[in-house]
C-alpha cells in the first residue's frame, strides 16, 4: 500500500535513475523539474530550529519538524554518512524502546521515528534525531533509494 508520499519517492527514484529528479515542497506538490546531477541527497539539521531538510542535488525537497537531545542530552553536531539502518531497531540503552525507521550516522545515534508527535520542533530525546512516522519512513526510503554512500546527514546548532 502506498501513501501520497511514497508515490512522491517512487518517483524521485524513478527520476534519478533516468537522469532528471522530480522536486517536491513541503506539502506543497510537485515543484519543478529539474537535471539530475550527482545523485546525492543532504539532511541538514538544525537544532536551534528543530527543523529538517531534505535537499535532493542540493535542491530543497522536504522540510520536517524534528525532536533532538533534551536538556542533558547531546545530540552530535557535524557532518556523517550514515552508518546502519534497520527498519526497526530497538534500543539496548533505553529499556527497549522502539527506533522504527533508523539511519544511524554516530555510534547509538540515529534518525528515526517516534510516536511523541506532539514533542516534535523540541528538543526531547535522548539524543537521536526524531521524526514523525511518515518522515521518517520517507528518509529511510530515500537513503534506501539513493544509497547510504549518496547520503549526509549535517547537523548544526
Known amino acids: ?6 508515490a512522491k519517492l517512487i518517483n524521485i527514484a524513478a527520476a534519478a535513475l533516468t537522469g532528471a529528479v522530480l522536486l517536491f515542497g513541503a506539502g ?7 537535471n539530475q546531477a550527482a545523485n546525492q541527497i ?13 535537499l535532493v542535488d542540493g535542491r530543497p525537497t522536504f522540510a520536517w519538524k524534528v525532536s533532538t537531545g533534551a536538556k542533558g542530552h547531546v545530540t552530535p553536531t557535524g557532518s556523517f554518512k550514515p552508518t546502519r539502518m534497520h527498519q526497526m531497531w530497538y ?3 533505553y529499556d527497549n524502546a522502539p527506533m522504527p525507521h533508523s539511519v544511524f550516522f554516530k555510534g547509538g545515534y540515529a534518525v528515526h521515528a517516534t510516536n511523541f508527535v506532539k514533542r516534535l520542533g523540541q528538543p526531547a530525546s535522548h539524543g537521536c534525531v526524531r521524526l514523525h ?6 528518509f529511510y526510503q530515500l537513503v ?14
Request: hydrophobic content about 45%.
Open 28 to 34: 506543497n506538490g510537485i515543484a519543478h523539474a529539474a
Open 133 to 138: 512516522p511518515v518522515d521518517a519512513a520517507d
Open 42 to 54: 543532504v539532511a541538514r539539521i538544525s537544532l536551534s530550529q528543530q527543523t529538517m531538510q531534505v
Open 144 to 157: 534506501e533509494i539513493f544509497g547510504p554512500a549518496n547520503t549526509r546527514i549535517v547537523i548544526v546548532k
Open 1 to 6: 500500500m502506498y501513501t501520497a508520499i511514497s
Open 91 to 93: 534500543s539496548r540503552k
